[in-house]
């Protein structure tokens, strides 16, 4: 696989979102066995940038990266995150706990459960509004000050916020969604320039061009849902889902919406026809196209997905493939 540098690292141009392994998504079809050995093929085909977080399962998904790197630790960059409360009230919920306590106190936690002595990539899972940024900021850069974290990021912030961090100590990465159907991260989403709706990056709404800002700063962006919660694949053809799974309550997915947002899915379609590739493939190369330093994160528990998303490293879209793209007609419902 192609490689793109994260802080002096070559990674997989495209990496591994493993939170859909233990919450969120389709919970009948979560097998630990299946996705420790696909962890694990994940870094036989060099897709070595592994995303989890403390949130994720409570720490079930942790454990089980965690599992999946033993005796092969050294081969994966491995991010995870704090800053969320490990039991709200519903899967659904944020509860977010900015505390330097918390913050540092779940990274023993993390450290436990992923059977590492260090953490590559340490993100603040979003900002807690009840505590100032530098707070918690502080406290993680303290964790590299005593080898526990080697790099520190960011999730779902503005430009100010992010540079008010950088300020204390660099921002190695921010991750924030990005794709097709959402571009906040590039200060114009379809349809709804600079606003973040529900405000979930706690940033009280313009976030600006955070794509450029990594890119003006030497971080790493990182696009979680690059496929939209799995609706750029083309897969995604009714309102169905099981009562646990995230997108059962989510505007973009319910029955009108979802009917009018396949128009996006048509134009993707068009694109990967012409390259004799996936959806799938098209909607990751499309974040890739963005910079350089743009390290999309696309999530699964099946082989075949696996393969397909990271063939997206190979696939060079053209400036007509991106300016077709760049035209979808704008999503219809909120992100959340």
Known sequence: MRTRDFAGRPVGAVGLGCMGMSWAYTASERDDEAS??????????GVTFLDTAQRYGSGHNETLVGRALEGRRDEAVVATKTGLSLEPPSARDIVRDGRPEFVKGSAEDSLRRLGTDVIDLYYLHRVDPDV???????????????????????????????????????????????????????????????????????????????????????????????????????????????????????????????????????????VAARHGATPAQVAIAWTLAQGDHVIPIPGTKKRRYLHDNAGAAGLDLTEADLAELDRVPAPVGDRY
């Open 132 to 270: 100032p940024l530098a707070e918690s900021w502080g406290a993680m850069a303290e964790l590299v000050a005593e080898g526990k974290v080697r790099r520190l990021g960011l999730s779902e912030v503005s430009v100010a916020q992010a540079a008010e961090a950088h300020a204390i100590h660099p921002v190695a990465a921010i991750q924030s969604e990005l794709s097709l159907w959402t571009r906040d991260a590039l200060g114009a989403p379809g349809g709804r320039a600079g606003v973040i709706p529900g405000d979930m990056s706690g940033a009280g709404g313009g976030v600006g061009d955070v794509v450029g800002w990594c890119a003006a700063n030497g971080a790493a962006f990182v696009p979680y849902s690059p496929l939209g919660r799995g609706f750029l694949t083309g897969t995604v053809t009714s309102a169905e889902f099981e009562d646990t799974d995230f997108r059962a309550g989510n505007p973009r997915f319910q029955d009108g919406a979802l009917r009018a947002n396949l128009r996006i899915v048509e134009a993707v379609k068009a």
């Open 36 to 45: 420790v050995a696909l962890i694990r093929e994940a870094l036989d085909l």
